[in-house]
């Protein structure tokens, strides 16, 4: 009898394990739900414990594989102690994205050394300790790995007033993944960025500050992008068709560059 083969799936995640931050909504659940859907054991990794758990219930009831931990990515300590007890219980992720975040709006002259530190504490230092912690258990373990980090398109000029502590963060941001590809690129660790354009998520919602005028407030030709657009490029970068694929920065931003 013949053998039946099995395609090979160049999306496919089965056995992996990712874990996702700032993933109990918005472009992070959209992300969690795509990784899951191709086969990866999804670690929701958010501030909101309850509301973490309650996505990755939601997960699992749809038949995919879920967990959920609460996590303060401004937090060494917690970063620490999260990353080896979800090494201990669910294995080393073979995918970390870098997704939580955020995005409140300050104007330049009126900002304030408080609000530059906390939000750099969040959306630079959180996925520089992140990527510390994960990368030398990959090291440590022999396996090589993925890091996805989500940064804006603010850096592309999708830019509106009061963004200058949030640019700054995610300057910093996709600084970290190109050192950190380069060196991490000997033990099989790919580091990538996305830059996503405008998306509707309740933390963009409910960010605050001076009314949001500038160049991102115009239309785009393929509309405002949706998380699951974004989650889309995450599973490109954590998939084996980009096995050889690092130090790369892929705008998805509904082609706002063109415009």
């Given at each position: 009898?013949?053998?039946?083969?099995?395609?090979?799936?160049?999306?496919?995640?089965?056995?992996?394990?990712?874990?996702v931050t700032g993933a109990a909504s918005g472009i992070g659940a959209a992300i969690a739900a795509q990784l899951a859907q191709a086969?990866?054991?999804?670690?929701?990794?958010?501030?909101?414990?309850a509301a973490a758990a309650a996505r990755a219930d939601e997960l699992q009831q749809q038949g995919y594989q879920a967990e959920s931990v609460a996590l303060d990515v401004s937090s060494e300590a917690q970063i620490v102690?999260?990353?080896?007890?979800?090494?201990?219980?669910?294995?080393l992720p073979w995918l970390l994205v870098n997704n939580a975040g955020l995005q409140d709006r300050?104007?330049?002259?009126?900002?304030?050394?408080?609000?530059?530190?906390?939000?750099?504490?969040?959306?630079?230092?959180?996925?520089?300790?992140?990527?510390r912690e994960l990368a030398r258990a990959m090291i440590q373990r022999q396996q090589?790995?993925?890091?996805?980090?989500?940064?804006?398109?603010?850096?592309?000029?999708?830019?509106?007033?009061?963004?200058?502590a949030y640019t700054g963060s995610?300057?910093?941001?996709?600084?970290?993944?190109?050192?950190?590809?380069?060196?991490?690129?000997?033990?099989?660790?790919?580091?990538?960025?996305?830059?996503?354009?405008?998306v509707a998520t309740?933390?963009?919602?409910?960010?605050?500050?001076?009314?949001?005028d500038g160049p991102a407030r115009r239309a785009v030709p393929l509309g405002?992008?949706?998380?699951?657009?974004?989650?889309?490029?995450?599973?490109?970068?954590?998939?084996?068709?980009?096995?050889?694929?690092t130090n790369q920065v892929l705008a998805v931003d509904g082609g706002f560059s063109v415009t």
């Open positions: 009898m013949n053998s039946v083969s099995v395609p090979f799936n160049p999306f496919s995640l089965g056995g992996r394990v990712a874990l086969g990866a054991r999804v670690i929701i990794a958010d501030l909101n414990g102690e999260v990353c080896a007890a979800v090494v201990a219980r669910y294995g300050q104007s330049f002259v009126d900002a304030t050394a408080e609000e530059w530190d906390r939000m750099n504490a969040v959306n630079a230092r959180g996925p520089y300790l992140l990527s090589p790995g993925r890091i996805v980090n989500i940064a804006s398109a603010a850096l592309q000029g999708s830019i509106v007033h009061g963004l200058v995610k300057a910093a941001l996709l600084g970290l993944s190109q050192a950190t590809a380069f060196e991490l690129a000997q033990h099989g660790i790919t580091v990538n960025t996305v830059l996503p354009g405008g309740p933390g963009a919602i409910a960010a605050t500050g001076p009314v949001p405002m992008c949706q998380g699951e657009d974004i989650a889309a490029a995450v599973l490109y970068f954590a998939s084996p068709a980009a096995q050889r694929v």
